[in-house]
């Protein structure tokens, strides 16, 4: 009964502390229409085409840049937000007396999430210049040499 007991007491102490349960990293979707950009952020994460997704440290925030030939580069910013579950694991830290774990959870980033995600561009192509057929002009014929 009572190993019962410590094993209940430490499942609780540890679900509330974000890095144990969200961990400190997390899955980001990176999407254009169409498909088949290349996506580089100001961070070290790249992808050669879209769609993809990769695994991004929760502290990181970055700018993404998708670019396609014939198309506008577009910029979108990606930024971290404490969301409900980070926020969940906070409060669990704080109603059990965990205190080194909402330090832990502040350090690593645990309580946050990406947003937006996915990150999501709609590419614009490039407007093509209007091309008028060429208009010959005649030469004024020469004036007699007098």
Known sequence: MVRFCVVGVLAVGLSGCGSIVRG?????????????????????????????????????????????????????PVRTRVVGAGAAGMAGNILLGGIIGIGVDAATGAAMDHVPNPVVATLVPLRQPDRKPAVRRRRAPAAPAT
Do not use: N
């Not at 229409?33 to 952020?41: E, I, N, R, S």
């Not at 929760?58 to 580069?73: C, I, L, M």
């Open 24 to 76: 400190t990293s997390e899955q980001v979707a990176f999407v254009t229409d169409p498909p088949g950009a290349t996506m580089v952020t100001t961070s070290r994460y790249a992808c050669p085409a879209t769609p993809c997704s990769l695994e991004v440290e929760r502290t990181d925030e970055f700018d993404v840049t998708f670019a396609k030939p014939g198309f506008e580069s577009q910029v979108v």
